[in-house]
């Protein structure tokens, strides 16, 4: 392709807006730009990387045994209400009338019309399982959208369903998909963690994220140095690692703590570490008051203490439901006298402390020699806090690490949430009808593209993978006045388009150093520049990541571009 | 591909609502579902043959020097007020507002988004011309949804674009978007015409639609016996074709016609022909109320009206205005004694005439031997005319015959309407600044893909065109439980596919009458049957479109199957 006549512009300067490198060189390479907040265009080069993913992800399907279609972006609002996320699904959801005020939702995601699809076309477990797949845009109206590509209000995504008779059945369709995302991802050359994730708003139970290491990765994720354990830092248990303290008792004890408003300021007043005081924090988990202790080093995680009273809603309780409990605000409460109203509950790692510090329900003063059991009473010990790095992996191996990830894929076990609600049942070989189970995957197409920007990118523009790049060779004519420059340009620019390979050929009339700074954007990942020694035949072949470079003759070059490349 | 685990469902009875052979068809197959009115999702066969013809299309833009890109079905209602498009486009505009009150259009078109990236992306002549297309759903509110793909709400279009410097640059991009058109629809294997038409909502001049011959079109086309000439039926101009009547004109009279209410009763009632009386009907053209006069058997075409008078709005006169006029209505007007503030305009074929029948602006009474001229003024003879089948074609070729087509294509001659409105400008090579030319051209892939199954079936079926069909080949186990059978099918299976040739296998467990009845319905060119001579290595091989057929040995099929495709 010719760059005179390509659709593309580059940009000196970072848009104001982007943050991050992707957005920031997407841009200003002219990949993509924006229309609306959170909303882009892919221009030619953008489309064609777009393509590759596109194709990486279609293949993968289709060898996993998924079934390519393609649903409609309009969905009628009463499918989603039959599946009750018309209700559900808030704000996020784009919403329209059509010219007779029917309601309709843009889609978000498909299950409702891929089960309404399903319902309607299979009745017998003989034609079960079954996986099909579309790679279509997807709006989610974004609160805040940003970075880019990696959270727009509308993206490309490869959505895909699996119809199960069983559960067994499911896990075995989850098992290939699984596989098949952990081949798209490897084959996009990301650096990735497939982690174990909350189902959120989707209704299911077994799930997993799949993770591109990144410092702007919106996500925490805590992995094992040395096993292939990971987990969303919300979902990660923490092992029950105490061990009983051979300190001996001592007496409780009332102490003035004038001045001191945190719990640092109180240890260091009182000479000890911070591990050695009670952090007391009180929520109202549905409508029962909880004291949540932890050691004074831990953070509570409310996901834990949701899933343990099985709530609905869990918030922080307010101060004026601590004073009217406790007698007190939030920084002096403690399990002391708690009131019987109040449930007091305890991670694990307090359970075996001894002699240790908390709130005395007073402003201005604290207990010391505090004993869980003998002071206070713990309604239950449990799992209660965030994983920290340096704690035991949760599958025995290793010790934990943090690491920030973009999320780019997410397969649910879905149950039968969606079939249940819409009545999508199946005969079965005994000839009874029953409800079938579902799994859900996608991918955001779009983000992985970013994602592979965030990870192959240097300080001159972005460094594609091979497998990726819009084209293989960024072919540059100099001074394309000089005549045997330009004749050698064109002739180089017919061989390799002859040969199957794709390039690009810089044909403008440009200086030298712009050209070169626009090929460093693009990160194509082979220049060959074609300058002054053009009238011997010799052109320069640069690597756009290794920075390596050589004069090779006109007649190596198909050679040399092939082997590198089959070599990739 | 195995047939039990796609998502596939045929149906016996055609849809309640489908009334054309390409909306039973496709639904009946089990490649589209209907999920609102209009909008329908691709199943997997589906999806495979909207791919194909994407393909082709994909295949002839690149060609033609087409770069493909990516736009965003949102687009911000800023840019269409700034094209005015907002206000005019009307109900058919799918409008949404996100969750600030912002509004947006769902993209039915993308003029305006490829307007302002060029705007801000290509400031010199160098870089001009440029051709751009995608390939995208669009989403347009239509009044009344119908025909299946023909007409829906949400479909998927081919829209590219050209930016040019001049009007002879402008006519360069169109030829090749021409020459790329009808590349497309003949490797789709469709009989189809390009015709001179009207550019309607678009603003521009010059332009083509590319319609398929069917019974089923909503359009009328005009075209030549012999040449190649082809407009819409309101587009095509009438040779003036008239000459001098020997006729000795006879004195006026003036005739009861007490009980003749249609021109048809007046001719009959006097005893001529519908072609020797005048027809006359008033129109308001702007504010001028004009009465335009043709020959009886001739119909008046407005838009013709409209261009002569270069106006902007053309309407039938009420009656009450022809009785404040001309002292009566509909039924008996005539040219003779118009009065001064009505324009009486004829149609060429009125010129000649001599001694006809008119309207005496008199209830129950008819003006005979009237002669145009003598007993009434001609403010201007014209064009007025729609043309009829046997006229002179325009070009000078052959006779008119009509024909009813589906528009597939459109490529317009856009000029400057959307470059001026938002500020398109690019430096020429005297550093001066010029206004973009553009063109814009569209295919409606997923409503070609509809043209080609009207052109495409018999009373079983889809009879596809070996290059769109879903798959090349049919494969039947008829009875999968006996052994030798299945073995038989499944080693096709694996041979065809190792060959490279595309399969369905239907390995289902049902009876032979409804295999045979699913695959004439899903018309793939070739069936292959392993039936009863299993155990012989020979399968029955069946032509879909011919009905030919043949019984052959296992080791026979791959070549076959093979110089088949490759004389296609």
Redesign the interface.
Known sequence: ?KQ??????TLKENPADAEIKSHQLLVRA?YI?Q??SG??????L???V??KVEEIVREEMDKA?A??????????AELWQESGRWNTYG?EL???R??HE?E?A?GATHEE?IT???R???KSY??L????Y?IQ?K?R?E?RPRFGLLRG??FLMKDAYSFNESFESLNESYEKMFTAYSNVFTRCGLDFRAVIADSGQMGGKDTHEFMVLSEVGEDVIAYSDTSDYAANVEMAPVINQSSPSDQEPANLEKVATPDQKTMQEVADFLGHSLAEGLKSIMFKVDDQFVLVVTRGDHEVNDIKLKNLYDADIVDLATEEDTHSLMGTGFGSLGPVNAPDSVDVIADFAVEPLVNVTCGANEAGFHYTNVNPGRDFHVKEYADLRFIKEGDPSPDGNGHIKFARGIEVGHVFKLGRFYAENMNATFLDDQGKSQTMVMGSYGIGVSRTLAAIVEQYNDERGITWPANIAPYQVHLLSLNPKKEEQKELADQLYEQLQAAGIEVLYDD??ERAGVKFADSDLFGIPIRITVGKRASEGVVEVKERTSGEQADLNQNEIIHHVQTWYNSK
């Open positions: 392709m005179s006549q390509m659709l593309v512009h002219g730009r229309i609306a909303v882009y265009s892919f221009l030619p953008g489309k064609r777009l393509r045994g079934h390519e279609m393609l649903m409609s972006a309009l969905q009628p704000a784009m919403r329209l059509d010219r029917r309709f843009l019309v309404s699809l399903v309607d076309s299979i003989k034609r399982p079954l996986m099909v579309q845009n709006f109206d609160k209000r509308e403008r009339k």
